[in-house]
């Protein structure tokens, strides 16, 4: 028993030594294991009489304790440190891209029109959204389009079904239903733009029976026309990021507006390359005008308080132009290969900040 303290700080030593949980674990046997040097001391309380018995147990007792004390301790050290080296030694980089690199791509279409709404959206307009299925007040009726109007006749709308109600449901021929759909639900101001699907019944080189169309709709006190040509010319230079893009005003006719206007871009043709920019060409890009006072009225809205404009583009149209896709009804080939080549990087998000796409 006088080796007690020396035994103990031997074991408190080497325990306080151990660099490994291997190390440690060798320390514990060293000292509390079955052939351990305080366990043989345990061993000889059998041979002692009752008084050294006591003592001598009550300070084995002592000792064991605080040795398995500083095993717990370093143990839990230890574990923590083993720990930390894996957790370092295992870093993940999750901001890396993807391994095989991302073959997705936008469509061309879905690219447009985010970069479109993106401009829009600095200037202050919302984004509107109303039904593919439509019927021929939405459509029509409410747009001052009258019944004997060729747009109406069988050959242009697709038709469904006749209603209970005598009216037809249709599939909008262009976005304008949403605009209506909008000063039906609220009071001006209102600055919106509508993009969607839209379709007709006309199929050749230059038409798709589903085409896009993004249509805008201002309506206040005060717009005027002057407003109207601002906002496209800011459009078109933000939209071709050229800045000296001129703007033309064609007298033409819509329904729905007076006066209208068709809207053309300047461009200039470089041996065979079409250029966006001052030149002595013209492009149409689309049409614009005053909304019509009836137009405003079918829609509970004063036309002797509120005035505003309205325009529309096709989205097709203005992808070719801007990325030089030749053909229309590649569009909606879904190949692969030209989805390859026209289409956009996912990560490529349209934003006026980041210079719309790259
Ligand atoms: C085009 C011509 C246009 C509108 C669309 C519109 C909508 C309402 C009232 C008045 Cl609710 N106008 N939209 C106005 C003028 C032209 O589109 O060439 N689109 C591709």
Not at 8 to 31: C, G, I, K, P, W
Not at 166 to 184: A, D, E, F, K, W
Not at 299 to 307: A, K, L
Request: with cysteine.
């Amino acid at each position: 028993m006088q080796d007690l303290d020396k035994l103990q700080s031997e074991a408190l030593a080497a325990v306080a030594a151990a660099s490994t949980l291997d190390q440690l674990d060798a320390a514990r046997v060293a000292a509390l294991g079955k052939k351990g040097s305080i366990t043989g001391l345990m061993k000889s309380l059998g041979g002692m009489g009752p008084d050294e018995r006591r003592a001598a147990g009550a300070a084995l007792n002592a000792a064991r304790d605080r040795i398995e004390g500083a095993l717990a301790a370093a143990k839990a050290g230890l574990e923590t440190k083993a720990l930390d080296e894996r957790l370092s030694r295992e870093r993940l980089d999750v901001t890396l891209p993807s391994r095989p690199e991302a073959m997705g791509r936008i469509h061309p279409i879905s690219q447009v029109m985010d970069e479109m709404a993106a401009i829009f959206a600095q200037m202050g307009f919302d984004v509107a959204e109303g039904p593919d299925i439509e019927d021929d007040f939405h459509n029509f009726n409410a747009l001052n389009i009258p019944p004997e109007h060729p747009a109406r006749q069988m050959h242009d709308t697709f038709y469904f079904g006749e209603k209970a109600d005598g009216g037809r449901h249709l599939l909008r021929t262009h976005t304008s239903p949403v605009q209506i759909r909008t000063m039906l639900a609220n009071k001006p101001p209102i600055r919106i733009i509508a993009p969607g699907r839209t379709y007709r019944c006309d199929s050749d080189m230059t038409h798709t029976p589903m085409f896009h169309q993004i249509e805008g709709l201002v309506i206040d006190e005060v717009t005027h026309m002057g407003h109207l040509k601002g906002c496209l010319l800011e459009f078109v230079r933000a939209f071709f990021e050229v800045d000296d893009v001129p703007v033309r005003f064609r007298p033409s006719f819509f329904p729905f507006t007076e006066p209208s206007a068709e809207v053309d871009i300047g461009c200039s043709r470089e041996g065979g390359e079409l250029k966006i920019g001052p030149g002595a060409g013209w492009l149409e890009i689309g049409g614009s005008g005053m909304v019509h006072p009836n137009v405003l009225r079918n829609c509970g809205i004063d036309p002797d308080r509120y005035q505003g404009f309205a325009f529309g583009m096709g989205v097709e149209r203005m992808a070719m132009l801007k990325y030089g896709i030749p053909d229309l009804r590649t569009f909606f080939d879904s190949d692969l290969r030209w989805l390859k080549h026209y289409g956009f990087v996912p990560l490529d998000v349209p934003t006026l900040a980041g210079g719309l796409t790259r």
